[in-house]
């Protein structure tokens, strides 16, 4: 009988990396498709607004919008949504 005792694997340094990194590629994939999708959407609540004539009364809550849908549409550009 021997009375050695298991070994244990401490995870390496390359793993924790891989990990992280994994981690921080699906946040961007995350942040990228949100982006993309209020992109898409964004649009249809600036219409509506044009429509009921409330651009009109709140023209800085207009402009805000078409400038997130801006960012919203530079920051999800690579997004691709069948994958």
Not at 9 to 26: C, E, F, H, L, M
Not at 52 to 62: F, K, R, T, V
């Amino acid at each position: 009988m021997s009375s050695a005792t298991p070994s244990r694997q401490t995870p390496s340094v390359t793993d924790d990396r891989s990990t992280a990194v994994a981690w921080v590629d699906r946040a961007a994939r995350g942040v990228r498709a949100t982006a993309f999708w209020t992109s898409t959407i964004l649009p249809m609540f600036a219409v509506a607004a044009l429509a009921a004539g409330s651009a009109g009364q709140y023209p800085i809550a207009l402009a805000g919008v078409l400038a997130l849908n801006i960012v919203c549409a530079v920051v999800g550009h690579g997004h691709s949504p069948g994958q």
